[in-house]
């Protein structure tokens, strides 16, 4: 008994000091709670709640000018209406390929208040693989950009009843969200009882995307403490989100803001001087990236970065690929020491954080285990191994997905379910993570992690990021590639580059070849196309 009432005393201290509780009207609260009650208290509870919480104050702001939450409110009801009223009837499922603009949010308060689920498509997808993924999912409506257009009319070209709604348009088109919006507006849709979940779709980097099911809520408040307690967010402060909305990272740091009724601050289409200037325009205390973009950020020309301060940031969160070290310190170094890396999986959840004093002790961290969450590390016949020692990375936590719409699960063991990644923890209890499972080939004989030639390659002054994958070899059953960017101005060719391998590990580990590139193939979230990498491979370039 006195454990539990420690506890709720410290869920209420960390509520108090995040700001989300705070000196209001008893009234207020009470409309808040019945509020979110009626949103389901799901991935849009928020949002109902900030609508109570906060009505006039500014809630979203993208290129169109900004929207209070009271505004946000009306439009989701709207739309969900105007889903309903549909010719084809009220969809069950909505697809959303959109990029970060209100379209996106309307989206999701007009599907959840019908009770339809949400599938979050890639806006990176081509038309094949949307195809598939839509028939897979059942998809009977999609909302989109105007961009998206042909990609689209390809994916349902078999689909002719599915419903076609456009989000963001520079032309004129007969079906909009904005049409739908004006048509319905002061109208509430019927709820259906329904409880809509949100598909997300893994990241696909080297197959076909999975759609993985949450029907939110999932570790409820404790969840919510572990990242205030980790997270200097603060209710009601500005954050800055441009990590694509579509995906597990920016989804949940717009639902987290939502929850803090935190104005939500983004364009739809991210540039690393723009998004500075929001930082100080809007003296936003928060920033939501994924990995890429710090070093966007830093490969501005100094005198364009000094041109900003970004004071007013009290913490700049990433998560989605892995983070190049030196970038980290050099952001901190300028900007504060305000870099939060997190590591996490759209089946899982969060899962570990970084602190800024973590970065600064081992810039390549993962961090430690988020409250409530248990990280261990495996071999092959799931014994527990030591510090230091590399293995797979198994998690138990509350905030697990549903799991596969395709009615398959990840691998299990014990109640710990496997992340897909190998790691290790270190004598501090913080989380390395060396690369996913399936990225460790054997050569010659000798087991090889990609990522630790990487990071090698990355330590060249000449390099400003590189790649290594494995492909196959008839002599060796395996060999490295590895795909540089040099600097600019840099004159260091391939030999140069070995060399460096070579006089820092073993003689196995230098890549057998080193393509030098202008980029590299990167998706919507950051992340390397390792495919395209081993096309190159293929094609002999």
């Given at each position: 008994?006195?454990?539990?009432?420690?506890?709720?005393?410290?869920?209420?201290?960390?509520?108090?000091?995040?700001?989300?509780?705070?000196?209001?009207?008893?009234?207020?609260?009470?409309?808040?709670?019945?509020?979110?009650?009626?949103?389901?208290?799901?991935?849009?509870?928020?949002?109902?709640?900030?609508?109570?919480?906060?009505?006039?104050?500014?809630?979203?702001?993208?290129?169109?000018?900004?929207?209070?939450?009271?505004?946000?409110?009306?439009?989701?009801?709207?739309?969900?209406?105007?889903?309903?009223?549909?010719?084809?009837?009220?969809?069950?499922?909505?697809?959303?390929?959109?990029?970060?603009?209100?379209?996106?949010?309307?989206?999701?308060?007009?599907?959840?208040?019908?009770?339809?689920?949400?599938?979050?498509?890639?806006?990176?997808?081509?038309?094949?693989?949307?195809?598939?993924?839509?028939?897979?999912?059942?998809?009977?409506?999609?909302?989109?950009?105007?961009?998206?257009?042909?990609?689209?009319?390809?994916?349902?070209?078999?689909?002719?009843?599915?419903?076609?709604?456009?989000?963001?348009?520079?032309?004129?088109?007969?079906?909009?969200?904005?049409?739908?919006?004006?048509?319905?507006?002061?109208?509430?849709?019927?709820?259906?009882?329904?409880?809509?979940?949100?598909?997300?779709?893994?990241?696909?980097?080297?197959?076909?995307?999975?759609?993985?099911?949450?029907?939110?809520?999932?570790?409820?408040?404790?969840?919510?403490?572990?990242?205030?307690?980790?997270?200097?967010?603060?209710?009601?402060?500005?954050?800055?989100?441009?990590?694509?909305?579509?995906?597990?990272?920016?989804?949940?740091?717009?639902?987290?803001?939502?929850?803090?009724?935190?104005?939500?601050?983004?364009?739809?289409?991210?540039?690393?001087?723009?998004?500075?200037?929001?930082?100080?325009?809007?003296?936003?205390?928060?920033?939501?990236?994924?990995?890429?973009?710090?070093?966007?950020?830093?490969?501005?020309?100094?005198?364009?970065?000094?041109?900003?301060?970004?004071?007013?940031?009290?913490?700049?969160?990433?998560?989605?690929?892995?983070?190049?070290?030196?970038?980290?310190?050099?952001?901190?170094?300028?900007?504060?020491?305000?870099?939060?890396?997190?590591?996490?999986?759209?089946?899982?959840?969060?899962?570990?954080?970084?602190?800024?004093?973590?970065?600064?002790?081992?810039?390549?961290?993962?961090?430690?285990?988020?409250?409530?969450?248990?990280?261990?590390?495996?071999?092959?016949?799931?014994?527990?191994?030591?510090v230091s020692e590399v293995g797979t990375i198994y998690v138990r936590n509350k905030t697990q997905f549903d799991g596969y719409t395709s009615g398959a699960t990840k691998d299990f063991h014990a109640g710990f379910m496997s992340s897909g990644d190998v790691g290790y923890l270190d004598e501090n209890g913080?989380?390395?993570?060396?690369?996913?499972?399936?990225?460790?080939?054997?050569?010659?004989?000798?087991?090889?992690?990609?990522?630790?030639?990487?990071?090698?390659?990355?330590?060249?002054?000449?390099?400003?990021?590189?790649?290594?994958?494995?492909?196959?070899?008839?002599?060796?059953?395996?060999?490295?590639?590895?795909f540089v960017v040099l600097e600019p101005g840099a004159t260091a060719d391939v030999e140069a580059l070995k060399q460096h391998v070579r006089e820092n590990l073993a003689n196995y580990k230098v890549p057998r070849e080193i393509h030098i590139l202008d980029e590299l193939p990167r998706g919507s979230t950051?992340?390397?196309?390792?495919?395209?990498?081993?096309?190159?491979?293929?094609?002999?370039?």
């Amino acid at each position: 008994m006195a454990s539990r009432i420690e506890e709720a005393l410290g869920v209420v201290s960390t509520l108090r000091r995040a700001g989300m509780i705070a000196p209001m009207r008893p009234d207020r609260y009470i409309k808040m709670a019945a509020a979110m009650r009626r949103e389901g208290l799901g991935f849009t509870a928020g949002f109902a709640g900030a609508s109570q919480r906060c009505p006039d104050s500014p809630g979203f702001i993208d290129e169109l000018g900004s929207l209070t939450w009271r505004q946000l409110d009306d439009r989701g009801n709207a739309l969900g209406a105007a889903l309903q009223a549909l010719p084809s009837g009220a969809p069950k499922v909505v697809g959303v390929m959109c990029r970060n603009h209100r379209g996106f949010v309307d989206a999701l308060l007009g599907a959840n208040r019908i009770g339809a689920d949400v599938l979050l498509l890639n806006t990176s997808f081509a038309g094949p693989a949307l195809a598939e993924v839509v028939t897979r999912e059942k998809v009977d409506a999609v909302i989109y950009d105007e961009e998206f257009t042909p990609t689209v009319d390809r994916a349902l070209a078999d689909r002719p009843d599915a419903a076609r709604i456009v989000a963001w348009s520079d032309g004129s088109h007969d079906v909009t969200v904005e049409k739908l919006i004006a048509k319905h507006r002061g109208q509430a849709p019927r709820r259906t009882g329904h409880k809509a979940k949100i598909i997300m779709l893994t990241s696909g980097t080297t197959g076909t995307p999975k759609g993985a099911k949450h029907s939110g809520g999932g570790g409820g408040i404790g969840v919510l403490k572990g990242i205030l307690d980790r997270t200097p967010w603060r209710a009601e402060e500005p954050i800055v989100i441009v990590a694509p909305m579509f995906h597990a990272w920016g989804f949940s740091q717009l639902v987290l803001a939502s929850s803090l009724a935190c104005t939500v601050i983004t364009r739809r289409k991210f540039d690393p001087e723009a998004t500075l200037e929001l930082i100080d325009r809007h003296k936003a205390t928060g920033l939501a990236v994924v990995p890429v973009m710090f070093d966007r950020i830093m490969e501005l020309p100094d005198e364009v970065r000094n041109r900003y301060s970004c004071r007013s940031l009290r913490f700049a969160v990433a998560s989605g690929s892995r983070m190049r070290p030196d970038v980290v310190i050099s952001f901190m170094d300028q900007f504060g020491d305000v870099i939060y890396n997190n590591y996490n999986a759209t089946e899982a959840g969060m899962i570990a954080t970084a602190t800024p004093a973590d970065l600064r002790a081992a810039p390549d961290t993962a961090g430690k285990p988020a409250e409530g969450t248990e990280i261990r590390i495996l071999d092959s016949e799931f014994n527990e191994l030591p510090v230091s020692e590399v293995g797979t990375i198994y998690v138990r936590n509350k905030t697990q997905f549903d799991g596969y719409t395709s009615g398959a699960t990840k691998d299990f063991h014990a109640g710990f379910m496997s992340s897909g990644d190998v790691g290790y923890l270190d004598e501090n209890g913080r989380l390395f993570v060396v690369g996913r499972d399936d990225e460790m080939i054997v050569s010659g004989g000798e087991n090889i992690y990609p990522i630790e030639v990487e990071k090698t390659l990355a330590t060249h002054p000449e390099v400003a990021e590189a790649s290594v994958i494995g492909v196959d070899d008839e002599q060796y059953g395996q060999r490295l590639a590895a795909f540089v960017v040099l600097e600019p101005g840099a004159t260091a060719d391939v030999e140069a580059l070995k060399q460096h391998v070579r006089e820092n590990l073993a003689n196995y580990k230098v890549p057998r070849e080193i393509h030098i590139l202008d980029e590299l193939p990167r998706g919507s979230t950051g992340k390397i196309l390792r495919n395209e990498l081993k096309a190159k491979v293929g094609g002999g370039s």
